[in-house]
């Protein structure tokens, strides 16, 4: 049976806005409500900017849905401050859900703006390879046994990838992307429905994956390996 999760996401197709964060907090978990720590200014953060029309007790966070704001944490089973949360409270669900979100956009988002926009700076390529050396990242992560020094390492610089291409999709790509006649309602349902397919039956197994399991994993790499022989000249003593 899956396991409950610490708060309910609160996503569904046409939200304007998401506020993801990175797991529930103690208080929020106890509390059963969003940001609910006493000292957390997410609530007088959103009334302040005018997001809301009122500020919002933590308790009222499904009545954000009706302003078009949608919640979710990527860690969804654990809860407490970033530092405290479990080792692998984050990498196996991001990991899940960025496979399911990339398989989203490879299948529908992408092909129907590419269709819709000239493209000559080449922004759906560089999207594409951003894709391609993600999902190299995650291949070789759930081949890991969790011994590997260099784990975290790649976790951290898929982490800054995946947010170097959020910047430069939400940046460039969706600017380009409102100029088209897209109906990104009725896209925005197909993407939903495809995504509750892929969590339910499994992402298939893609290119990265198969190149991964062909190849294995590396053991230290070029540079961890010269350390053991390179002669390193030092300054001399004055
Ligand atoms: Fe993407």
Redesign the pocket.
Known sequence: MAKKHILPDRLKPGLKLVFCGTAAGRQSALQQAYYAHGQNKFWSTLHRVGLTPHLFMPQEYEKLWELGIGLTDIAKHAYGMDHQLPKDALGPEAVAALKV??TV?EEL??PAIRQQIEDEEGIMDE?DE??HVAKLLIAELENMTGDEDHGDAKFMVLAESVRH??KE?EGTMFKEAKKTDIDFEALGSQMAQLKQRLKRDGVPEDAEAKMIAKAGLRGDSPAKNAQKHVHVPLKKAS
């Open positions: 979100h990339a956009e988002f992408y999207a951003e894709h291409h959020i999709e």
